[in-house]
């Protein structure tokens, strides 16, 4: 396992939302949700990843249950490769990242319309984690590399 803390980011047509993880791998936890906006998303972005110190960002790709690209995939993947000219990106499959995230919030008592800037960061968490767990149990980094 690669030593080193990560962003995890769920790109949304909205908010975007972020997670960190600690320098070891371990714990993936909710930053912020980033309002989604042209002139500063991408700048706030990264001032989180030097504020941070990451070693990359790990952005979702919301694929649909088949695996194909959805117009959600392609605006992750634009919205990654802005990142990647700045920061390495790693994409990963985030599918059911969302619906995880409504659904441990609604089992905690909170509903999804008052809660949409936090079940962001909540599927950035999951998006997170799931990478290192993978990374973890593998031994390989998660998802593709953006050039």
Do not use: W
């Amino acid at each position: 396992m690669r030593t080193g803390r990560r962003l995890g980011i769920d790109v949304g047509r909205a908010r975007i939302g972020v997670a960190v993880c600690d320098r070891y791998g371990l714990l993936a936890t909710p930053v912020e949700t980033v309002a989604r906006d042209k002139r500063s998303d991408l700048r706030r972005i990264l001032a989180l990843a030097d504020e941070y110190d990451v070693l990359e960002i790990v952005v979702g790709l919301p694929l649909s249950m088949s695996g194909d690209d959805t117009p959600s995939t392609e605006d992750a993947r634009a919205f990654a490769a802005r990142i990647a000219a700045h920061r390495p990106v790693r994409l990963v499959d985030e599918r059911l990242s969302t619906v995880t995230a409504q659904r441990g919030l609604h089992q905690a008592g909170r509903n999804t319309k008052n809660s949409r800037a936090v079940i962001d960061q909540a599927a950035a968490v999951i998006i997170l984690q799931h990478a290192l767990d993978h990374e973890r149990t593998s031994g390989a980094p998660p998802g593709a590399t953006l050039p």
